[in-house]
């Protein structure tokens, strides 16, 4: 089993900053690329940003310029850097963690962080 734990969501204003962590943690498993997705009410959860082990990131148009992921290997700990935020990027925002096993492949989620962008 891995436990992947958000932090950082809460309250901005538009044009405002947030940066959410995730870290992955489980005995036995190497924890290969991760991934931040979100999921507004009776919208279905979507890719925001992802990020390999090597560092090759890919990103959602919608925030392509506000948004940066990074990574730190050692702690196995993705973070998302939210800059020029806007009302629509409103959302739970999910952490996901793709970690392998000998020949296996998982994914695991976190329980999710809220996002709210209002005046």
């Known amino acids: 089993q891995v436990h992947v734990v958000e932090s950082g969501g809460g309250l901005v204003q538009p044009g405002g900053s947030l940066t959410l962590s995730c870290a992955a943690s489980g005995s036995g498993f190497s924890i290969d690329a991760m991934g931040w997705y979100r999921q507004a009410p009776d919208l279905q959860r979507y890719l925001v940003a992802e990020?390999?082990?090597?560092?090759?990131?890919l990103y959602a148009e919608s925030v392509k310029g506000r948004f940066s992921i990074s990574r730190d290997n050692a702690k196995n700990t993705v973070y998302l850097q939210m800059n020029s935020l806007k009302p629509e990027d409103t959302a739970v925002y999910y952490c996901?963690?793709?970690?392998?096993?000998?020949?296996?492949?998982?994914?695991?989620w976190g329980q999710g962080t809220q996002v709210t962008v209002s005046s």
């Open positions: 990020i390999t082990t090597s560092g090759n990131k």
């Open positions: 996901k963690s793709i970690a392998k096993r000998g020949s296996f492949t998982f994914q695991y």
